[in-house]
Nanobody, 123 residues
Framework: VQLVESGGGLAQAGGSLRLSCTAS????????MAWWRQTPENDRAFVSA???????YYTDSVKGRFTISRDNAKNTVYLQMDNLKPEDSTVYFC??????????????????WGKGALVTVSS
């Protein structure tokens, strides 16, 4: 299974962008799909996830601004990012968890990663 992100780019503060991630393979609907972003320490921080039942999860800093959704018929997960802030600027990674839900641990059970999409928010 491969994950390919698209939709990154430049936005002004207060603006919007939508990230998309399309997966190859036939088991997409059983995966938990998630978005992470790169930290200044070159690590990855959890942003949002949607499990196989459609339950959504968000980190506190994006609640009310970002919305995750999935279209199983298109093998695609989306991250709608509204009211963007300069501190949202970084590389965003799509990830998939084969267990179907978030697990304990630093990377919450992610098994597959995309290559990333750059988001830049100007002030």
């Amino acid at each position: 299974v491969q994950l390919v992100e698209s939709g990154g780019g430049l936005a002004q503060a207060g603006g919007s962008l939508r990230l998309s991630c399309t997966a190859s393979g036939r088991a997409f609907s059983t995966y938990l799909m998630a978005w992470w972003r790169q930290t200044p320490e070159n690590d990855r921080a959890f942003v949002s996830a949607i499990n196989r039942s459609g339950k959504t999860y968000y980190t506190d800093s994006v609640k009310g601004r970002f919305t995750i959704s999935r279209d199983n018929a298109k093998n695609t997960v989306y991250l709608q990012m509204d009211n963007l802030k300069p501190e949202d600027s970084t590389v965003y990674f799509c990830a998939a968890g084969e267990s179907g839900d978030l697990l304990p641990g630093a990377y919450r059970g992610m098994d597959l990663w995309g290559k990333g999409a750059l988001v830049t928010v100007s002030s």
